[in-house]
């Protein structure tokens, strides 16, 4: 198999192999070299004991004394080696002649090697190629009447030295094979579970994942985070950040979701862990729409993904556009009560009756103008005031009477046009779907005016009201008593609300339906 083609469990493994077993070796060599160093070290120790004990014998003392010393110490000396298992026992004279030696036939030649320091007295062990070959020897001077009368040289070839290292090869390789084979389980274990964390993907598999996946999250048009089972951030996108209004450089990786400063809808989602498909959740100015799922692999649970789409531009133009389907409506069955009223004016002129034909023309024409001059007589922002008529010819296709509070006045926009827009048009939607299921008679009153120094907007319904303990659900998380989907209006007015820092209240009105009451704290003249 190609290199570029091993996965990282199986480099790494060929690694730890590779590793284990030159250290196996090594500390093979180290031993074997440590044994062969105690072993003439203590085949070191060993002779200089034999010839130390032969030299100070008062049988080779007295042998040295007689006319034949060898024919007493060669004996001696062979009985000596063969009890002591050495190579050699030598005696020889203070001039080098051997009395004594393995082979006889060497008897009385020169003993080749150092014997100065023992000529001086000093006892001492060496190193030397003699006639036997390399040896460990130690070389004792032999006393008489304190005078050096001979020589005594015990020695172990180091050929036997390593023999005898060598029968302790079984012991080191019984050591050395089992640590082998434990070391090479361990790394085969390592690698199978590296295996399995990395699914068999080589280094330039995993190096062009990770590349691909850095650029996906960071193209993506949709905010991504994710959590692992015990709800801390595991994942963040750019997207997601700019979506929820986190820094781009604060490290949010491993901390627990809890600590983070999230929007409050989108908070009590990734804490619940439930499954979302299409929710809406507002995040600061934004609509979001979010899908949270668990994520699962071979079965496991690995944490939460939750995905956000900013739709904040579209529910905008969703809602510009129902308020323009509303008006269309209400304008062609206008259009429709128009008509029938024309044919009635015509048919009253064909029979002479031209007095009631022109009342009635007149009397429609009349109420509808008297409430165009109230509203735009009471409220000089141009768009507040088309919208308070399209919403009156909404609420009369609705069956519904929208009064305008006499009282309503208000000079000039104290707020931004969107921003008074979204306060007034989605509390009188909500009061128009209120009232839309009750029985006759259906009234909506709206007041609009600037009131010690605070824009107040109220709106009064004969709905069936609105359950006190569902106001925070209502206007925090875009709870709808209406089909899935909608219920955003009033969590677009709390938000309002909450960036103007001003407040709202929720009453029962005099017909038993609701009060909706908001102030937001901006300069304006006092109602009349």
Request: aromatic share 4%; hydrophobic share 45%; with cysteine.
């Amino acid at each position: 198999m190609a290199r570029r083609q091993w996965s990282i469990a199986g480099q790494l493994f060929a690694l730890q192999a590779v590793v284990v077993t030159l250290l196996v070796l090594a500390g093979a060599a180290g031993a074997v070299w440590l044994a062969r160093s105690d072993s003439r070290q203590a085949a070191q120790e060993e002779v200089l004991a034999v010839a130390q004990t032969v030299a100070r014998s008062p049988d080779v003392r007295a042998a040295l004394r007689t006319a034949d010393p060898s024919a007493a110490l060669q004996p001696y000396a062979e009985s000596t080696r063969v009890a002591t298992g050495t190579d050699f026992v030598v005696v020889m004279a203070p001039d080098r002649t051997r009395y004594s030696h393995p082979h006889p036939k060497r008897i009385g030649q020169p003993f080749v090697g150092d014997i100065a320091p023992a000529l001086a007295g000093r006892p001492f062990t060496t190193t030397n190629v003699g006639t036997l070959g390399e040896s460990v020897r130690a070389v004792v001077p032999v006393y008489d009447d304190e005078r050096i009368v001979g020589l005594v040289s015990v020695g172990i070839t180091t050929e036997a030295i390593d023999r005898k290292l060598l029968g302790q090869w079984p012991v080191l390789l019984g050591v050395a094979a089992p640590a082998l084979a434990l070391a090479a389980t361990g790394s085969w274990l390592l690698s199978r579970r590296l295996r399995r964390q990395t699914h068999g993907l080589g280094p330039a598999q995993m190096t062009r994942m990770y590349e691909y996946y850095d650029a996906v999250l960071h193209s993506v048009r949709e905010g991504l985070l994710v959590l692992t089972t015990d709800r801390r951030v595991a994942l963040v996108n750019d997207e997601g950040r700019r979506l929820l209004g986190l820094d781009a450089d604060a490290p949010l990786t491993d901390r627990p979701v809890a600590g983070i400063d999230l929007p409050p809808a989108v908070a009590e989602l990734l804490t619940s862990a439930r499954d979302a498909r299409d929710e809406p959740v507002l995040a600061g100015d934004r609509v979001l729409v979010a899908n949270q799922r668990t994520a699962r692999f071979e079965g496991i649970a690995l944490g939460t993904v939750l995905t956000l789409r900013d739709q904040t531009e579209l529910r905008t133009l969703a809602s510009e556009l129902d308020s323009v389907r509303a008006l269309t409506e209400a304008l062609q069955a206008q259009t429709h009560e128009s008509a029938n009223r024309l044919h009635t004016v015509l048919t009253l002129v064909e029979l002479g009756r031209a007095d009631e034909a022109v009342r009635l023309a007149t009397r429609d024409l009349a109420a509808a103008q008297q409430l165009t001059d109230r509203v735009v007589g009471a409220v000089t922002e141009p768009a507040l005031a088309a919208l308070l008529l399209g919403k009156s010819a909404q609420a009369g296709e609705r069956g519904v009477d929208l009064v305008i509070d006499p009282e309503c006045r208000l000079d000039g926009s104290p707020l931004p046009s969107a921003d008074l827009l979204t306060v007034v048009g989605n509390l009188v939607d909500n009061a128009l779907e209120a009232v839309a299921g009750n029985p006759p008679p259906r009234r909506v009153q709206v007041f609009v005016g600037a009131v010690d120094g605070e824009l107040v907007v109220r709106v009064d319904d004969s709905g069936p009201g609105l359950d006190p303990e569902r106001v925070t659900d209502a206007f925090r998380r875009g709870w709808s008593t209406k089909s899935a989907g909608r219920g955003l209006g009033l969590a677009l007015v709390g938000q309002v609300v909450r960036r103007h820092g001003g407040s709202y209240e929720v009453d029962r009105s005099n017909d038993g339906g609701s009060l909706f009451t908001v102030r937001l704290p901006v300069g304006g003249g006092e109602a009349r």
